[in-house]
């Protein structure tokens, strides 16, 4: 059964760093765009990072410059680290398997069981 798996998050204060891991435990890992999402208690389902399987990225505007997502084809994984965490950011993280192709990031059928951060002093 092909799965995406998330793990990483954890409590951590601000200014802090963390890096989320999301495992894809299936085949043709390299040939899927992949997205990072978030959702805090009370607000919607959130995009926050994407990478296309040729490796363009796009990044919400609420983190960019803080955050950047990667892959590691080999190791079927795809990472979100975060620096310079803020409370803002405190919520569970889900990984998506996107498209299948080489453009653009759009979300598809497969999500992680997300893992939550949370940011507080």
């Known amino acids: 059964q092909v799965q995406l798996v998330e793990s990483g998050g954890g409590l951590v204060q601000p200014g802090g760093s963390l890096r989320l891991s999301c495992h894809f435990s299936?085949?043709?890992?390299?040939?899927?765009?992949m997205g990072w999402y978030r959702q805090a208690p009370g607000k919607q389902r959130e995009l926050v990072a994407s990478i296309t399987s040729g490796g363009r990225t796009n990044y919400a505007d609420s983190v960019a410059g803080r955050f950047t997502i990667s892959r590691d084809g080999p190791k079927r994984t795809v990472y979100l680290q975060m620096n310079n965490l803020k409370p803002e950011d405190t919520a569970v993280y889900y990984c998506?398997?996107?498209?299948?192709?080489?453009?653009?990031?759009?979300?598809?059928?497969?999500w992680g069981q997300g893992t939550q951060v949370t940011v507080s002093s």
């Open positions: 299936g085949s043709l890992f390299s040939m899927y765009a």
């Open positions: 998506n398997r996107g498209t299948y192709s080489s453009g653009d990031y759009s979300p598809h059928d497969l």
